[in-house]
């Protein structure tokens, strides 16, 4: 007979309140059992007293062979009474099947957005360089007959200038 150390509800619907029991495997989960070793009370802060059991009692049927389920053996591991190795499934977070392939497609889609950017961008760059080395060409050309130009206005303004004031400053002392 194959015991198993487990969780048999009770309390009212949305009001859970656990055995913790040993029955036989093929026993329903809230059906016969062979003893009650203590209560799991979810509804209780983790930091109270939520889950009670007799250590004792736990230890005389763990030697008779019953196995812990997985929430029993996380009690168990608790309390320092056995040691519950951690599960490890690394595929488990993983997307499945079909949104692999959509993220696959996806992935495709922009490094060839990105390929196409890439090779657009140098494409221009080449024309405006190519543009600007002409427009600069001609430029440099006009530019030195547009600074000669001000420099030339600039001159006769200044001169202006001095004749005002030497008007302005007559015409005060007359």
């Known amino acids: 007979m194959s015991l198993k150390i487990r969780l048999a509800r009770g309390g009212s619907k949305k009001r859970p ?14 059906g016969r059992f062979i003893e009650k070793l203590g209560t799991y009370d979810p509804l209780l ?23 812990p389920t997985d929430r029993v053996l996380r009690f168990l591991d608790a309390a320092g009474i056995l040691k519950r190795e ?6 488990k977070a993983l997307p499945g099947k079909k949104a692999q392939e959509r993220l696959d497609e996806k992935k495709a889609k922009e490094e060839e957005a990105a ?13 405006e360089v190519a543009e600007a080395t002409e427009a600069a060409a001609p430029a440099e050309e006009a530019a030195p007959a547009e600074e000669a130009a001000p420099a030339e206005e600039a ?6 200038a001095p004749a ?3 008007e302005t400053e007559e015409a005060k002392a007359g």
């Open 86 to 91: 951690p599960r490890n499934n690394p595929t």
């Open 115 to 127: 390929a196409a950017e890439a090779e657009a961008p140098a494409e221009e760059v080449a024309e």
């Open 45 to 67: 802060p983790k930091d109270g007293e939520r889950v009670k059991f007799d250590a004792d009692r736990v230890q005389h049927w763990l030697g008779h062979g019953a196995r």
């Open 17 to 30: 309140h656990y055995s913790i029991v040993v029955a036989d495997v093929r026993s329903p989960r809230d």
């Open 155 to 160: 001159a006769p303004a200044e001169d202006a």
């Open 164 to 166: 005002e004031e030497s």
